[in-house]
C-alpha cells in the first residue's frame, strides 16, 4: 500500500452527526499537509497568502480571493513554498445542508450533467471578496455568542457558497480520463444510486475487480464495498431530515435493493436504527417539513438584494401569492415582506461592521430602496440601529484570530 495514502480526518459518519451541521474557523496552514479526505463536504475561503492544493491529481495555486469547494470524494494535499502560508475559513458542513441548500431543479439537473467536469476553484472580485470575509467573521461570532441557535444561519451561508459557484468565474481544469483512480472513485460517488457492483464497475472501465479493488484501496484506505456503503449513507442521513420521504423511500433512493440489508448498514455505521436516528433528529429540531417552504424561503435569501415583489416571486417559483404567504408564515414565521426584509439585514449586517461603506451604500447594496428603510428593519431585525451595531462591534482579524473590540 502507497506509504502516504490519505486518511479520513473526520469522523462524519457517527452517532452524534446532524443534518444541518456546520462548522466554520479561521485557520492558518503553516506547513504542507499530506494527503487526505473528509466524509463531508468542505469550503475553503481564502483571505491571504499562497499555496498549492492538489485536488484528485490536479495541482490549483490558490491567493487570496479563492473560494475551493471539496467533496467527499475528492482528495486534497497542500504544499507551501518556502515561508509562505495560506490563511482561510475552512467551512465544514454536512451533506444534508447541501442536499437543503439545491432548492432549484434546473440548477441541480445541470450539475449533474456537468458533474465529469472539474470547477472546484473560483475567484472573486475585490468587493465580493470583502463581503465573503464579512460574511464569514461574522458567522463565527454569531456561533459563538449564539451555538444553540444557528441553523438559519448554516442554510444561509451554505446557500451563499452554492450561489457563487454558479456565478463566479471558475478556474477551470479538464481531469485526463487516464487518471484512472481518480475517475474510478468519482463513479463511484456519483452512481451510488444504482445497482452498483465491484464488477459491474470494473466491466464499465474495461478493468479486472482485482484492480480497481486495488486502486481504490490505494487511493482511500477502504475497499469498494465500504466506500459505497459510506457514500449511501452518508445521503441517507442527510435525507432523514425530510419527513415526507419514507425510510423505505429513503433506501430505494440511495441504492438498497431491501429494507433490511438498508437498515443493517445503517445500524453498522451510526449505531442506531433508520427511525431511531429520525427520531433524535425531531428531538433536536432538525426535521424539515414539507420542502415548499424552504425552497421559497431559499430563493428569497438568494435573490433578495433584487427588487424582489410577491408576484414576480408567486410567478417565477409558480405558486399563488396566497400559497407562498402561506408557506412562509408556517415554516419562518412570517409571510413574504418581513422576511425578505429580514434576509437582507442579515446580509447587511456584515457589511455594516465594515467601515468602509456608507449606510447608504449598504442599503442599495442589499436591495432597500432607501436608508430610512434600511435604518428601520435593521433596528427590528437586530435590536440595534446600523450606527451603534458599528460602534459596539468592531472587529478585525489579528495573528490569525478573530478580535471583537466593544466601543
Same mark, same amino acid.
Given at each position: 500500500?502507497?506509504?502516504?495514502?490519505?486518511?479520513?480526518?473526520?469522523?462524519?459518519?457517527?452517532? *452524534?452527526?446532524?443534518?444541518?451541521?456546520?462548522?466554520?474557523?479561521?485557520?492558518?496552514?503553516?506547513?504542507?499537509?499530506?494527503?487526505?479526505? $473528509?466524509?463531508?463536504?468542505?469550503?475553503?475561503?481564502? !483571505?491571504?497568502?499562497?499555496?498549492?492544493?492538489?485536488?484528485?491529481?490536479?495541482?490549483?495555486?490558490?491567493?487570496?480571493?479563492?473560494? =475551493?469547494?471539496?467533496?467527499?470524494?475528492?482528495?486534497?494535499?497542500?504544499?507551501?513554498?518556502?515561508?509562505?502560508?495560506?490563511?482561510?475559513?475552512?467551512?465544514?458542513?454536512?451533506?444534508?445542508?447541501?442536499?437543503?441548500?439545491?432548492?432549484?431543479?434546473?440548477?441541480?439537473?445541470?450539475?449533474?450533467? +456537468?458533474?465529469? *467536469?472539474?470547477?472546484?476553484?473560483?475567484?472573486?472580485?475585490?468587493?465580493?471578496?470583502?463581503?465573503?470575509?464579512?460574511?464569514?467573521?461574522?458567522?463565527?461570532?454569531?456561533?459563538?455568542?449564539?451555538?444553540? +441557535?444557528?441553523?438559519?444561519?448554516?442554510?444561509?451561508?451554505?446557500?451563499?457558497?452554492?450561489?457563487?459557484?454558479?456565478?463566479?468565474?471558475? =478556474?477551470?481544469?479538464?481531469?485526463?480520463?487516464?487518471?484512472?483512480?481518480?475517475?474510478?472513485?468519482?463513479?463511484?460517488?456519483? *452512481?451510488?444510486?444504482? *445497482?452498483? !457492483?465491484?464488477?459491474?464497475?470494473?466491466?464499465?472501465?474495461?478493468?479486472?475487480?482485482?484492480?480497481?479493488?486495488?486502486?481504490?484501496?490505494?487511493? !482511500?484506505?477502504?475497499?469498494?464495498?465500504?466506500?459505497?456503503?459510506?457514500?449511501?449513507?452518508?445521503?441517507?442521513?442527510?435525507?432523514?431530515?425530510?419527513?415526507?420521504?419514507?425510510?423505505?423511500?429513503?433506501?430505494?433512493?440511495?441504492?438498497?435493493?431491501?429494507?433490511? !440489508?438498508?437498515?443493517?448498514?445503517?445500524?453498522?455505521?451510526?449505531?442506531?436504527?433508520?427511525?431511531?436516528?429520525?427520531?433524535?433528529?425531531?428531538?433536536?429540531?432538525?426535521?424539515?417539513?414539507?420542502?415548499?417552504?424552504?425552497?421559497?424561503? =431559499?430563493?428569497?435569501?438568494?435573490?433578495?438584494?433584487?427588487?424582489?415583489?410577491?408576484?414576480?416571486?408567486?410567478?417565477?417559483?409558480?405558486?399563488?401569492?396566497?400559497?407562498? +404567504?402561506? $408557506?412562509?408564515?408556517?415554516?419562518?414565521?412570517?409571510?413574504?415582506?418581513?422576511?425578505?426584509?429580514?434576509?437582507?439585514?442579515?446580509?447587511?449586517?456584515?457589511? =455594516?461592521?465594515?467601515?468602509?461603506?456608507?449606510?447608504?451604500?449598504?442599503?442599495?447594496?442589499?436591495?432597500?430602496?432607501?436608508?430610512?428603510?434600511?435604518?428601520?428593519?435593521?433596528?427590528?431585525?437586530?435590536?440595534?440601529?446600523?450606527?451603534?451595531?458599528?460602534?459596539? +462591534?468592531?472587529?478585525?482579524?489579528?495573528?490569525?484570530?478573530?478580535?471583537? $473590540?466593544?466601543?
Amino acid at each position: 500500500m502507497n506509504s502516504d495514502y490519505p486518511y479520513v480526518i473526520t469522523n462524519y459518519l457517527s452517532s *452524534h452527526y446532524k443534518p444541518q451541521d456546520l462548522s466554520i474557523a479561521l485557520e492558518t496552514i503553516t506547513a504542507d499537509v499530506a494527503p487526505y479526505i $473528509r466524509d463531508e463536504a468542505e469550503f475553503w475561503v481564502v !483571505t491571504a497568502g499562497t499555496a498549492e492544493v492538489e485536488i484528485n491529481g490536479t495541482a490549483f495555486q490558490l491567493t487570496a480571493g479563492d473560494v =475551493v469547494q471539496l467533496m467527499p470524494h475528492q482528495i486534497r494535499r497542500v504544499s507551501l513554498a518556502g515561508e509562505t502560508t495560506l490563511t482561510m475559513y475552512a467551512i465544514r458542513l454536512s451533506m444534508g445542508l447541501l442536499l437543503l441548500s439545491s432548492n432549484d431543479e434546473k440548477q441541480y439537473a445541470v450539475a449533474l450533467r +456537468n458533474a465529469e *467536469h472539474f470547477f472546484p476553484v473560483v475567484h472573486l472580485a475585490a468587493d465580493s471578496k470583502t463581503f465573503l470575509e464579512q460574511f464569514c467573521a461574522n458567522a463565527v461570532l454569531q456561533k459563538q455568542h449564539h451555538p444553540a +441557535n444557528s441553523e438559519s444561519l448554516n442554510l444561509a451561508l451554505t446557500s451563499y457558497l452554492i450561489y457563487l459557484f454558479h456565478v463566479e468565474p471558475h =478556474v477551470a481544469v479538464s481531469v485526463s480520463q487516464d487518471e484512472q483512480p481518480w475517475v474510478w472513485l468519482r463513479y463511484l460517488q456519483f *452512481h451510488h444510486p444504482s *445497482h452498483l !457492483t465491484l464488477s459491474g464497475m470494473a466491466k464499465v472501465f474495461e478493468t479486472t475487480a482485482q484492480e480497481l479493488q486495488a486502486a481504490l484501496i490505494e487511493l !482511500t484506505g477502504f475497499n469498494f464495498n465500504q466506500l459505497l456503503n459510506q457514500v449511501r449513507i452518508r445521503n441517507a442521513a442527510g435525507l432523514m431530515q425530510f419527513p415526507e420521504l419514507s425510510i423505505r423511500k429513503i433506501a430505494a433512493i440511495c441504492g438498497y435493493r431491501t429494507i433490511s !440489508t438498508f437498515y443493517y448498514q445503517f445500524e453498522k455505521i451510526n449505531t442506531v436504527s433508520p427511525q431511531a436516528y429520525r427520531d433524535a433528529l425531531k428531538a433536536h429540531h432538525q426535521l424539515v417539513g414539507n420542502s415548499d417552504g424552504w425552497t421559497i424561503g =431559499v430563493y428569497l435569501f438568494e435573490h433578495c438584494a433584487q427588487p424582489l415583489t410577491l408576484p414576480e416571486v408567486a410567478q417565477t417559483l409558480t405558486y399563488s401569492e396566497d400559497t407562498v +404567504n402561506e $408557506r412562509l408564515l408556517t415554516y419562518f414565521g412570517q409571510t413574504f415582506k418581513p422576511l425578505l426584509n429580514q434576509f437582507r439585514c442579515e446580509v447587511a449586517r456584515p457589511l =455594516v461592521l465594515d467601515s468602509r461603506l456608507t449606510f447608504n451604500q449598504i442599503a442599495v447594496r442589499v436591495g432597500f430602496q432607501d436608508s430610512v428603510s434600511f435604518k428601520r428593519n435593521y433596528q427590528t431585525t437586530w435590536q440595534v440601529t446600523p450606527r451603534q451595531d458599528r460602534q459596539r +462591534n468592531v472587529y478585525e482579524v489579528v495573528a490569525g484570530k478573530i478580535v471583537t $473590540r466593544r466601543g
